[in-house]
């Protein structure tokens, strides 16, 4: 496959994805392996290393480890927009539904707003538990909560434990939140784990939508756990979306809720 005639945003990121299995790279390697010049395969590294995706070494480049912030510093970020989308979020479950919530602060926010809804909350996220099981009320959710390997950072369980009750699970209707989306339409997050976790949700769900404020565009993050149009749609408060994510809407028509 000849990836110079891709467009550059495709291109890029298949380098991102050798590095992603072989950690570093020389010039030479991405020019055998995208069969491109050596002067087409440093012009990406340096836009790569520019938006912060790689780092340069000696005659190549190395993927560079991301983390997400903290459970809590996220919370106190883009608060509106987080709010907007989590009760837009809301109004698409239908009553007695099976509902899973993502780990992250956006997805905590369509928790919020189902407080006083008849639904099943299933979660890996300690804050959206702590936050409904506190509710009193006949009409509550009912949770569930899915344990497994702990992180005190994004306060939540993750690992196979979590992979393997959501496979013997069935969902009517997911939110998933993500560290960014990039160019091409692809959902990036910064966690292998939760990448995992996410691509079990899907397998799991009826319906999923991919939750990403204004501040997700383009992502960032290291692993690909699947495309914007495996779901069914993006609630965003982004204003113009991306030229190929609008391309993917049309395709595969994919709704598009902005708040």
Same mark, same amino acid.
């Given at each position: 496959m000849y990836y110079v005639y891709m467009l550059k945003v495709e291109r890029q990121a298949a380098i991102v994805d050798l590095l992603r299995v072989k950690g570093s790279l020389s010039v030479s390697q991405i020019v055998d392996e995208l069969e491109v010049s050596p002067s087409t395969a440093r012009r990406d590294l340096i836009d790569l290393q520019e938006s912060g995706r790689v780092g340069r070494t000696w005659g190549g480049a190395r993927l560079i480890d991301q983390v997400d912030d903290p459970f809590e510093e996220a919370l106190e970020r883009q608060t509106a927009a987080k709010q907007s989308i989590g009760t837009a979020a809301a109004e698409l479950v239908p009553d007695g539904a099976a509902?899973?919530?993502?780990?992250?602060?956006?997805?905590?926010?369509v928790a919020a707003s189902l407080v006083r809804r008849n639904v099943v909350v299933v979660t890996a996220s300690l804050p959206t538990f702590e936050m409904l099981r506190k509710q009193s009320?006949?009409?509550?959710?009912r949770i569930c909560l899915v344990g497994g390997e702990w992180s005190e950072r994004?306060?939540?369980? @993750? $690992?196979? /434990?979590?992979v393997s009750v959501l496979e013997r699970r069935s969902i009517d209707i997911a939110f998933i939140g993500? @560290? $960014?989306? /990039?160019?091409g339409g692809r959902v990036r997050d910064n966690s292998s784990s939760q990448t995992t976790i996410k691509q079990a949700v899907l397998a799991a769900s009826a319906r999923s939508y991919v939750l990403a404020d204004a501040r997700k565009f383009p992502g960032k993050g290291a692993y690909i756990p699947f495309a914007v149009s495996d779901t069914a749609?993006?609630?965003?408060?982004v204003d113009v979306l991306p030229p190929t994510v609008k391309e993917l809407r049309v395709k595969n028509r994919i709704e598009v809720i902005n708040v």
């Open positions: 509902v899973y919530i993502d780990v992250g602060t956006t997805c905590y926010n009320r006949p009409d509550s959710p994004y306060m939540c369980f @993750s $690992g196979n /434990d979590v993500c @560290s $960014g989306i /990039d160019l749609g993006i609630i965003t408060d």
